[in-house]
């Protein structure tokens, strides 16, 4: 877009016309999006990074738009947190994640240990008075034990309101849900209330992990975070791991889980279970 110099006139080239029309479209189908159907969520496996055994899933939306196709949650989320749909999408994304857990539990061995999965909140939904009921109701409607469902919200989401970050957690702590923060590096976190708040896991941006195994910096403060999550008595969770050798450096500097590319990329349930069935053989 470029600015005439005195007079307020935006002028948009053409394919930024386009994309501002799409947007516009994407706005206002987004009320529908829920009603009809349009919502889907697609999950992607978290490992223990020394066994390599399978402890989760991280429920990702996509949205399959009736003409746009498949849209990714970089297009629309933004959109959603704008015009506060976020709320209703994210309400039906906690039941169908924990629904969606139940038969990817079913499909392990009965003696297997309960599986988690982790559901991401929005500062929007995390700031709506009606948060707290949609978590509890999902995990009632369920069935599944709270310490089954994990709740991610970014660091950006943590700091806006200290006092009610402290307050939701704790509810949510009390409620028995496991709590992640994510994007850990990306924002401004006060450390001195990162102390305060009852999180289970920090989460590395997949900003650090790309370049672990050539940058020494990014390693640093990968090795720098670990050692701040253990000293807070999290557990760490790198994301965007892509290569078997930056999973044996994040292990070897004591980072528990990984999730990545390497493993799985988030995938529609049916696909899921036939991965977690290919994980399982021998
Ligand atoms: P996020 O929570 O940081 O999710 C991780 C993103 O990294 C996902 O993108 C995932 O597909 C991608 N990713 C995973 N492994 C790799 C890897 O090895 N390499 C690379 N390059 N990328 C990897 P996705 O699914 O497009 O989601 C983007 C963002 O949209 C999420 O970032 C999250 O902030 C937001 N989002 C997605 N689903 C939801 C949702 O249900 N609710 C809310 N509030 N936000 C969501
Ligand atoms: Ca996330
Ligand atoms: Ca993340
Ligand atoms: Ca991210």
Redesign the pocket.
């Known amino acids: 877009a470029r600015r005439q110099s005195g007079r307020r006139v935006w002028v948009l080239n053409d394919g930024e016309q386009a994309e501002a029309g799409a947007a516009l479209r994407l706005h206002n189908d987004m009320h529908l999006a829920v009603a009809r159907g349009e919502l889907r969520a697609w999950y992607q496996p978290q490992l223990d990074a020394h066994s390599g055994a399978l402890v989760g899933f991280?429920a990702?939306m996509r949205w399959q738009h009736p003409t746009h196709g498949l849209v990714f949650p970089s297009v629309f989320i933004p959109l959603a947190e704008d015009n506060g749909q976020i709320v209703p999408m994210g309400a039906w994304m906690l039941e169908r994640a924990c629904a969606d857990l139940l038969a990817l539990q079913r499909a392990c061995p009965p003696d297997a240990p309960p599986l988690r999965v982790?559901v991401?909140l929005s500062l929007r939904q995390f700031c709506d008075p009606q948060v707290y009921e949609h978590v509890a109701q999902a995990l009632a409607r369920s069935g599944l034990a709270p310490t089954q469902l994990e709740l991610?919200i970014?660091e950006g989401t943590a700091m806006v309101n200290q006092q009610h970050t402290l307050d939701l957690l704790g509810r949510f702590k009390q409620l028995g849900c496991m709590l992640?923060l994510?994007?850990f590096g990306t924002g401004y976190s006060s450390l001195a209330y990162l102390k305060r708040f009852p999180l289970d896991v920090m989460?590395i941006d997949q900003s650090f992990v790309r370049h672990i195994l050539s940058d020494n910096e990014d390693r640093a403060i990968v090795h720098a975070i670990i050692t701040l999550a253990h000293h807070l008595g999290m557990k760490v969770i790198a994301?965007g791991v892509e290569q078997a050798a930056q999973q044996q450096l994040l292990a070897s500097m004591g980072c528990e889980l990984v999730q990545g590319y390497l493993h799985g990329r988030p995938m529609p349930l049916d696909e899921a279970l036939a991965w977690l069935q290919a994980h399982q053989r021998p």
């Open positions: 991280e990702l982790a991401n991610e970014t992640a994510d994007d989460k994301e």
